[in-house]
Structures are given as structure tokens and as C-alpha cells.
């Protein structure tokens, strides 16, 4: 028996005031694939991941998330969000924040099992030797690796990633991403990242939406990311020349 879609998003739209951000969107994610959202700024890639967390009702059409509506399976979801709204002077330590990523709620107090977890979450990404910092002391690129490792704690079996290489250099982005392949690996996880790195969505997802307002194309990168698509979504091919002579576009 074939296994159902992780995501399956029908006739989506969401309006946001008198403005349709999303308009009739429809795909289907298949388990343990990585799926990369792009599209130009405004183009509803934030408003489409909220959606699929059940932070934004659909004004119209319907979604499942892991064959339920959405937010009725936080603890097997991780989520990185673009927008950090924690407040940075809070005095607390990194592992209290990737120990909240275990309860979705901030840890008063840590039990040794979540602790070991959370020090074990911050190794895979790199930074376990920030385990104590104070968050106000993080760069933003270490503050990316600790949600990172807040959004891997308890092993979920889906990644809903917002630019999660945002504030990180390039050798850092590409040490995140083969992270993130290895954890799709391991785990069979399937992962949806919005990311403007055109390059990432090229050597890395298994498919990509191109996405503004409505879906220009989906598909594997080399199909999606062709130039007819690129155009319609950015009015021109620009930057995506390297790919049409054999390359990964850039961005």
C-alpha cells in the first residue's frame, strides 16, 4: 500500500486583508523528500510555512500536515523560524533554549534526560561548546545553530526550516546544509526550506517550489528552476544564467 503524502496542500489560498498572499496553490510532499520554497520577496513563502503550522488559516482550499489538519502534530514537526522573537537580553543559557524545543514551553527547570538530549542536539549542529553561553553573547549565526539544534532535539520526523542559513557565512551555510542531509538520511526525515540560495535548492532538494503568490512550477531543481519558470516568477532569468549552461544558478 502506497504511504500517503507528509504534506498535501489543495486549492491553498490565504488572504491577508484585502491582499491574496497565496492563490490556489496545490502540491503534494512524499516522505523523506526536501523540498526547497523560493520565490521572490512577497511571494507568501513565510505565509505558506505559518499555514502548514497552523499559525494561519487557509481563506479557502485545504491542507494536511502528517494526514492531519494542521497543528495537530507539533511534537513529531521542527521548526526554525526567519524571525527571532525571543528576546536576546533574556539571561538565559543556550541549553535552556534547545531544552524548550522538548516541551514547547520555557524549562524552569532541566531533568539530566533533557539536558543530555539538548548537549547531544547541540553537538550535531557544531556548537556544543555554547552550551552555557548566554544567548545575548551569540552572533547570528550561532543563534541560527541553536534554534537549529532546538529544532532537532526530539528527533522530528518533519523540518518546516525559514532561511535557516540566514546570519551564517558561507562555509558555515554549507557545513548546515550537509547537516541537514545527514539528518534527512538517518532519520528518513522529510524537509520543506524556504531559502533564497538558489544554490542550495539546487544541489540539495529532491524538489523545489517556485513560488509567487501562485505555483509557478514544482518539481525536481533542474525542472523548476528552468528558465521560462524563472522568469514568470522574476520577470527574468538574471542571475540563473550558470544553470542554464549546465550550472547551479545563483542568487
Same mark, same amino acid.
Given at each position: 500500500?502506497?504511504?500517503?503524502?507528509?504534506?498535501?496542500?489543495?486549492?491553498?489560498?490565504?488572504?491577508?486583508?484585502?491582499?491574496?498572499?497565496?492563490?490556489?496553490?496545490?502540491?503534494?510532499?512524499?516522505?523523506?523528500?526536501?523540498?526547497?520554497?523560493?520565490?521572490?520577496?512577497?511571494?507568501?513563502?513565510?505565509?505558506?510555512?505559518?499555514?502548514?503550522?497552523?499559525?494561519?488559516?487557509?481563506?479557502?482550499?485545504?491542507?494536511?500536515?502528517?494526514?492531519?489538519?494542521?497543528?495537530?502534530?507539533?511534537?513529531?514537526?521542527?521548526?526554525?523560524?526567519?524571525?527571532?522573537?525571543?528576546?536576546?537580553?533574556?539571561?538565559?543559557?543556550?541549553?535552556?533554549?534547545?531544552?524548550?524545543?522538548?516541551?514547547? $514551553?520555557? #524549562?524552569?527547570?532541566?531533568?539530566?534526560?533533557?539536558?543530555?538530549? %539538548?548537549? +547531544?542536539? &547541540? *553537538?550535531?549542529?557544531?556548537?556544543?561548546?555554547?552550551?552555557?553561553?548566554?544567548?545575548?553573547?551569540?552572533?547570528?549565526?550561532?543563534?541560527?545553530?541553536?534554534?537549529?539544534?532546538?529544532?532537532?532535539?526530539?528527533?522530528?520526523?518533519?523540518?518546516?526550516?525559514?532561511?535557516?542559513?540566514?546570519?551564517?557565512?558561507?562555509?558555515?551555510?554549507?557545513?548546515?546544509?550537509?547537516?541537514?542531509?545527514?539528518?534527512?538520511?538517518?532519520?528518513?526525515?522529510?524537509?520543506?526550506?524556504?531559502?533564497?540560495?538558489?544554490?542550495?535548492?539546487?544541489?540539495?532538494?529532491?524538489?523545489?517550489?517556485?513560488?509567487?503568490?501562485?505555483?509557478?512550477?514544482?518539481?525536481?531543481?533542474?525542472?523548476?528552476?528552468? $528558465?521560462? #519558470?524563472?522568469?514568470?516568477?522574476?520577470?527574468?532569468?538574471?542571475? %540563473?544564467? +550558470?544553470? &542554464? *549552461?549546465?550550472?547551479?544558478?545563483?542568487?
Amino acid at each position: 500500500m502506497a504511504q500517503a503524502p507528509v504534506i498535501q496542500v489543495n486549492r491553498l489560498s490565504v488572504d491577508r486583508g484585502r491582499r491574496r498572499v497565496i492563490d490556489h496553490v496545490t502540491f503534494n510532499v512524499e516522505a523523506a523528500a526536501f523540498v526547497a520554497v523560493v520565490g521572490p520577496n512577497g511571494a507568501g513563502k513565510t505565509t505558506l510555512l505559518h499555514t502548514l503550522l497552523g499559525l494561519v488559516e487557509p481563506s479557502d482550499g485545504t491542507v494536511r500536515v502528517l494526514g492531519h489538519p494542521p497543528g495537530r502534530d507539533a511534537p513529531r514537526i521542527g521548526y526554525v523560524p526567519q524571525v527571532k522573537t525571543l528576546d536576546r537580553t533574556f539571561p538565559a543559557e543556550v541549553i535552556d533554549l534547545v531544552c524548550s524545543g522538548l516541551t514547547h $514551553a520555557w #524549562p524552569f527547570w532541566r531533568t539530566q534526560s533533557a539536558t543530555e538530549q %539538548a548537549r +547531544a542536539a &547541540l *553537538q550535531t549542529v557544531g556548537a556544543a561548546d555554547l552550551a552555557t553561553a548566554l544567548l545575548s553573547d551569540l552572533s547570528g549565526g550561532e543563534l541560527q545553530r541553536v534554534y537549529l539544534a532546538r529544532c532537532l532535539v526530539h528527533e522530528p520526523e518533519l523540518l518546516l526550516l525559514d532561511e535557516p542559513a540566514t546570519g551564517v557565512d558561507a562555509t558555515g551555510a554549507a557545513d548546515l546544509y550537509e547537516l541537514l542531509d545527514r539528518y534527512q538520511a538517518d532519520h528518513d526525515a522529510t524537509i520543506v526550506m524556504v531559502t533564497h540560495d538558489w544554490n542550495a535548492a539546487y544541489h540539495h532538494a529532491t524538489d523545489v517550489l517556485l513560488l509567487d503568490g501562485r505555483c509557478i512550477s514544482y518539481g525536481p531543481p533542474q525542472k523548476a528552476l528552468g $528558465a521560462d #519558470p524563472l522568469r514568470e516568477a522574476f520577470g527574468h532569468v538574471g542571475h %540563473a544564467h +550558470a544553470m &542554464l *549552461q549546465g550550472g547551479p544558478p545563483h542568487d
